[in-house]
C-alpha cells in the first residue's frame, strides 16, 4: 500500500481530544450545579409552649437523646429493644393507669422521633404527652 503523507505529518497519527475536554468540562458543570441544589436539611425552631401543665399519677418518660438514644423508662435501650420495651409498658397500663411522656433533645434526629411515635402507636399507646419546657426570662430554653 502506499503512504501519501509526508515525514513531518507525525503528529496526525494522535487522536482528537477536543471531544473528550468537553464531556469532561460538562460533567464538571453538571456536578458543580447538582452539588448547590442538594439540601441537606431544614433548621426548625419550634415555638415556646404557652401552656403546659404538669402530670400526676403514673408517668412513665420516653427519652430520645441528640445523637438517637433512646432510653425508655430510664434504661438506655437499643433500637431493636424499644418495641417490647413500649409494648410490656402499653400493656402494663391495663392493670394500673398511667401516662407516656415523651422528652426529646432538640437536636435529636427527626427520624428518631418519628420512629419512637409510631411504636408508640403500634403497640396501643393511646395518649402520648410531648414535655414542653417554658423560656427563660431571656427567651432560651433550657
Known amino acids: 500500500m502506499l503512504d501519501f503523507r509526508r ?10 481530544l477536543t ?7 460538562i460533567l464538571l458543570l453538571f456536578f458543580i450545579l447538582a452539588s448547590a441544589f442538594a439540601v441537606r436539611g431544614m433548621d ?4 415556646p409552649a404557652q401552656s403546659s401543665q404538669a402530670l400526676s399519677g403514673r408517668v ?7 445523637d438517637g438514644t433512646f ?7 437499643p433500637r431493636e429493644g424499644v418495641r417490647a420495651r413500649i409494648h410490656d409498658i402499653v400493656r402494663g397500663f391495663r392493670t394500673r393507669p398511667g401516662q407516656l411522656v415523651l422528652k426529646a433533645s432538640p437536636r435529636a434526629p427527626v427520624e428518631a422521633l418519628i420512629f419512637l411515635v409510631d411504636e408508640v402507636r403500634l403497640q396501643g399507646g393511646e395518649k402520648l404527652h410531648i414535655a ?7 427567651g432560651v430554653r433550657p
Open 7 to 16: 515525514a513531518g505529518d507525525a503528529a496526525d497519527d494522535e487522536p482528537d
Open 60 to 66: 412513665t418518660e420516653l427519652r430520645l437523646l441528640e
Open 44 to 47: 426548625i425552631d419550634l415555638p
Open 132 to 138: 414542653t419546657s417554658q423560656p427563660k426570662a431571656d
Open 19 to 25: 471531544p473528550l475536554i468537553d464531556v469532561v468540562f
Open 71 to 77: 432510653i425508655v423508662d430510664g434504661v438506655e435501650t
